[in-house]
């Protein structure tokens, strides 16, 4: 069965850092990329960074020098640390993974919620 699963979303201040997870199940994990989207309320879902199979990465503007995705081969599993965390941050993310290509999910995590408030 395939499977994404996600943890660590929660409630943090302005300025503080949170680590998202994404646990997969290894046919998935050899896909492509790995990544994460993200969505608002009232804002459309939006790229937030992938994490190719190889190990390049790619981010958002609004991310890049904040965030950081990685990957631990060993644990099916992709990281998205999140430093410096701003109120504009708040939304679910969403972990996806693609089998063939890089930003258009087959398949996708349950969502987490991440909220920004002072």
């Known amino acids: 069965q395939v499977q994404l699963v996600e943890s660590g979303g929660g409630l943090v201040q302005p300025g503080g850092s949170l680590r998202l997870s994404c646990a997969a199940s290894g046919s998935i994990f050899s896909g492509n990329a790995m990544g994460w989207y993200r969505q608002a309320p009232g804002k459309q879902r939006e790229l937030v960074a992938f994490i190719t199979r190889g190990g390049t990465t790619t981010y958002a503007g609004s991310v890049k020098g904040r965030f950081t995705i990685s990957r631990d081969n060993a644990k099916n599993t992709v990281y998205l640390q999140m430093d410096s965390l701003k109120l504009e941050d708040t939304a679910v993310y969403y972990c996806?993974?693609?089998?063939?290509?890089?930003?258009?999910?087959?398949?996708w995590g349950q969502g987490t919620q991440v909220t920004v408030s002072t």
């Open positions: 996806y993974a693609s089998i063939n290509r890089y930003t258009s999910a087959d398949h």
